[in-house]
């Protein structure tokens, strides 16, 4: 049985955290008929749209930004600061839901992908930055995660000079994963929708970037009493140190939540061989897995998370020669594709 079998008390505090709501309504979570048919798999193929969480383009981190806005709130909060890649998907909905809720957003953009092309620097992401009036900072180096946590926090300290109230989304590991408790909130409204629609799924697939996204909702499964596989597709890291990134993040919701960690070790399941050239550069199974599920499903994948996913659960509907129920969860991103003509055209 996919329902839920444990009540939601075995989530601990999760509905006592500060949180604020960034969308309305319930994603879909359809059946990808066309595409099982192309494949000529024996698998039964669905998709959770998380895409479709209404903020500005939506994508995964609409349910990660609740928890960090939430508490940007709570501290009475009116500029938000966040980093990322030059094309990052959070930073945009990050300055989307500052201006929800009436507050500025500093935004710092890392060089951390090596794509020198107009596009990559001005379409997509970036240019919905600018539409949403963010200020704009930049950060030469390219993977230094602790460094570019640094510098948000000089930026904070010359706006608190200035008399703002300023709350930073920290990237480093080092901070708690607040954003993951978006998804220990998913699983739960995935195992009631699963109910509803009376389907039972064996195994989710899911982009493993930072890992807020895989271990949260790895999480709340295990949580909530249900032994659904995960599969993190890595896109950002290669399958060892992401092992460690999603262990410690379970441990931390734990922490957070004050529950014992109901993930163990043998729940965490890798596969990096769609990884390749590197963060944000779409490979040739990226690019197939994009143009395939335009083709057959209308879906816009992107190419720097997506696309690497579909990528993977397309191997894995492939492999299975039993009857099993895939579940893809679509994270969103799609803007990102303005940035990458040159490689979708
Ligand atoms: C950030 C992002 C991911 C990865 O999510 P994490 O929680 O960082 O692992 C996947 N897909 C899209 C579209 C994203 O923007």
Redesign the pocket.
């Known amino acids: 049985m996919t329902s839920p079998i444990l009540p939601v008390q075995n989530l601990g505090r999760l509905y006592d955290l500060p949180r604020t709501r960034l969308f309305s309504g319930i994603p879909p979570l359809e059946a990808m008929l066309n595409l099982e048919k192309t494949l000529n798999t024996s698998a039964n193929l669905f998709i959770k749209r998380d895409?479709c969480t209404e903020l500005t383009f939506g994508?995964?981190?609409v349910r990660?930004l609740e928890f960090y806005l939430g508490e940007a709130i709570t501290q009475q909060a009116d500029t938000i600061l966040i980093t990322g890649a030059v094309q990052?998907?959070?930073v945009r909905l990050a300055a989307a839901g500052a201006r929800k809720l009436g507050m500025d957003c500093h935004i710092q953009l890392e060089e951390r992908v090596k794509k020198s092309n107009s596009d990559y620097h001005k379409s997509g992401n970036v240019f919905l930055d600018h539409l949403l009036g963010a200020t704009m900072h930049s950060y030469p180096v390219g993977e230094d995660e602790y460094g570019a946590d640094q510098q948000l926090q000089t930026i904070a300290n010359e706006l608190r000079v200035d008399g703002k109230t300023p709350y930073i989304i920290p990237l480093s590991p080092e901070h708690p994963p607040l954003?993951?408790l978006g998804?220990v909130v998913a699983a739960q409204e995935i195992l009631e929708q699963l109910d509803r629609q009376q389907l039972e799924i064996d195994e989710i697939v899911?982009?493993?970037?930072?890992?807020?996204?895989?271990s949260?909702l790895l999480f709340g499964l295990r949580a909530l009493g249900s032994n659904i596989g995960v599969t993190g597709i890595c896109?950002?890291r290669a399958k060892g140190d992401q092992m460690s990134r999603i262990s410690d993040k379970c441990r931390e919701i734990a922490t957070m939540l004050d529950i014992e960690n109901p993930v163990v070790n043998s729940d965490i399941v890798l596969d990096d061989a769609f990884l390749e050239p590197g963060y944000g550069q779409a490979g040739k199974d990226c690019v197939d897995a994009i143009k395939l599920c335009a083709r057959t499903e209308a879906l816009i994948l992107?190419p720097?998370?997506?696309g690497k996913?579909m990528a993977g659960f397309i191997h894995r509907a492939k492999s299975l020669d039993t009857s099993q129920s895939l579940l893809f969860i679509h994270?969103?991103?799609a803007p990102?594709i303005f940035a990458y003509m040159d490689d979708l055209a």
């Open positions: 895409d994508g995964n981190k990660q990052s998907n959070f954003g993951a998804y899911v982009a493993s970037g930072s890992g807020a996204t895989h949260g896109v950002r992107d720097t998370y997506t996913a994270t969103g991103g990102a």
